[in-house]
């Protein structure tokens, strides 16, 4: 059954350094998300992106962050200089079409910013 | 304002017995309905969606809608101890475009 990957599973990294999180989507999906869930809170809406471009960004998607297609497969999603307060659960997901279409979730990136 | 609510439990009940969640929230205009399973320390898995009102099942769960009463719940049938994890409640509305909007789980702990 087709699944939504990412690595890495476990990311330590320094304030203020930049991390990437990789995803690969299922394969006949054109709908890509990112998540977030901090230890303890709601699972919190990052970005949504379709035909290479952001289609909606939340609040707390600000400058620092940024996400990119490179190649046919990988989703990515980039924090400049990260801060302790990023420190969370990655969730990417992807859906075939848009709106109410089901998001199915890979297995997250657990992001620990010291 | 919270957007999706749900009771944070723990929810408590003997295997072998209906287990029932119930989510409510606040936009009118919302089309779809999620519920996710999520184990600890693991993803959210997608276990029904429901779009209509009335009643959607799906082997052990039954997922119903009442837009009326802005309110979706899941029934699970039949708990067993592998049940035992949390329940997201999750909506899109056009207002929020392709984002899922998450409530906060609810525990449910199925004793054996």
New interface residues.
């Given amino acids: 059954e087709p699944e939504v990957t990412q690595t890495p599973s476990h990311q330590v990294t320094q304030m203020g350094q930049e991390v990437i999180l990789r995803c690969v989507p299922i394969s006949n999906h054109l ?1 890509f ?1 990112w ?1 977030r869930q901090i230890l303890g ?5 990052l970005v ?1 992106f ?1 035909n290479n471009e952001i ?2 960004k ?1 609040e707390i998607f600000d400058d620092q962050f940024s996400v990119e297609r490179p190649d046919g497969s990988n989703f990515t999603l980039k924090i400049r200089s990260t801060k302790l307060e990023d420190s969370a ?1 990655y ?1 990417c997901a992807s ?1 075939v079409g ?11 990136t657990r992001l620990t910013v010291l | 304002q919270k957007e999706v609510e749900q009771n944070s439990g723990p929810l408590s009940v003997p295997e072998g017995a209906i287990a029932s969640l119930n989510c409510t929230y606040s936009d009118r205009g919302s ?2 309905f ?1 519920w ?1 399973r999520q184990y600890s320390g ?5 276990i029904m ?1 429901i ?1 209509s009102n009335g009643d959607k099942e799906d082997g052990r769960f039954t997922a119903q809608l009442n837009k009326a009463s802005q309110y979706v719940s899941l029934l699970i049938r039949d708990s067993q101890p592998s049940d035992s994890a949390t329940y ?1 409640c ?1 909506v ?1 509305t ?1 207002l929020y ?9 609810t525990i449910l702990r199925v004793k054996s």
């Fill in positions: 709908y998300y998540y809170q709601k699972v919190e809406f949504s379709y289609s909606e939340s659960m969730f859906s848009q709106g109410g279409n089901e998001q199915f979730f890979g297995p997250g | 089309q779809s999620f996710y693991k993803s959210p898995e997608l969606f779009y997201l999750a899109n056009i475009g392709n984002k899922l909007v998450f409530g906060a789980g």
